[in-house]
């Protein structure tokens, strides 16, 4: 298979993309680790309100950095990309991650919101996206919590990727987003 990444030359990603990338990572890891972890202590400890506090900013830091991710992406250097099916899985992958990073921190906030509960990034108050509404509350609880787990898979598939292209194809694209 031909790509035009295979070029050694072929340059890395911004400095801004590839911080961007990791620091996103690390973000989602202590994402899902901070709620995990909450649901190891008791119901109404300071802990288990810490973590739930945490939860919330960080997802909350997701959402503001993804923009940051799309406008860099949108300006930044382009790459000679696959053809065909690859392209598509490729761009359709990234349109999931995107999205996710998107919509779940705004399913937090609805949720929330509708709960009644105070919204916070990391003490800053934030205004509630709808009024308290239990229904709502629940079935938006419901959903961030389904595509929590398609994130895992998101992720997952994102890395496999990464290691396909350089395991199995061979192609640089692995190394552009590991060269600073």
Do not use: C
Request: aromatic share 12%; net charge positive; proline share 5%.
């Amino acid at each position: 298979m031909s790509h035009a990444a295979t070029n050694p030359t072929t340059p890395a990603y911004s400095r801004l993309s590839i911080a961007l990338h990791w620091l996103m990572l690390l973000l989602l890891v202590a994402v899902y680790a901070t709620i995990l972890l909450r649901q190891e202590f008791p119901k109404g400890s300071d802990i288990r309100e810490a973590f739930k506090a945490w939860h919330f900013s960080l997802g909350l830091t997701v959402f503001i950095l993804v923009w940051v991710r799309v406008f860099a992406r949108a300006v930044g250097a382009h790459f000679p990309k696959p053809a065909g099916i690859e392209a598509w899985v490729a761009r359709v992958g990234h349109v999931a991650l995107y999205a996710f990073m998107i919509v779940m921190p705004l399913l937090g906030w609805l949720t929330l919101s509708a709960d009644g509960d105070p919204v916070r990034l990391f003490g800053l108050g934030l205004p509630p996206l709808t009024g308290v509404d239990e229904a709502l509350a629940d079935r938006t609880k419901e959903i961030h919590e389904t595509l929590g787990t398609v994130g895992y898979w998101l992720v997952g598939l994102h890395a496999a990727a990464g290691l396909f292209h350089h395991y199995v194809l061979k192609d640089e694209t692995l190394r552009r987003m590991l060269k600073w």
